[in-house]
């Protein structure tokens, strides 16, 4: 692969790792912020109680942490390491 396709690439998957994170805290205040208000609208709506609904919240932050990880920074950083060795 081309040096500065690497570049690219390294560059466009780390900027889209930190606009995930960005989306992500924006999300988790967002969640957290309105919480008592999105509980008696889900529980209205779709009959789950507040503590399925918690484990779902859960659940939702967990993966999308490992999709920010795996999907973005390591391809990132693995691409780092290939630019840094072809200089």
Do not use: C
């Amino acid at each position: 692969m081309e040096h500065d396709k690497i570049i690219f690439f390294r560059n466009f998957l780390f900027r889209a790792f930190i606009i995930g994170v960005a989306f992500a805290l924006f999300y988790f205040f967002i969640t957290y912020a309105f919480w008592n208000t999105w509980v008696s609208w889900v529980s209205s709506f779709f009959k789950v109680d507040e503590k399925e609904l918690r484990r779902l919240a859960l659940v939702f932050f967990m993966i999308l942490r490992i999709v920010l990880v795996f999907l973005f920074l390591v391809p990132a950083l693995a691409l780092h390491w290939m630019a840094r060795k072809k200089q």
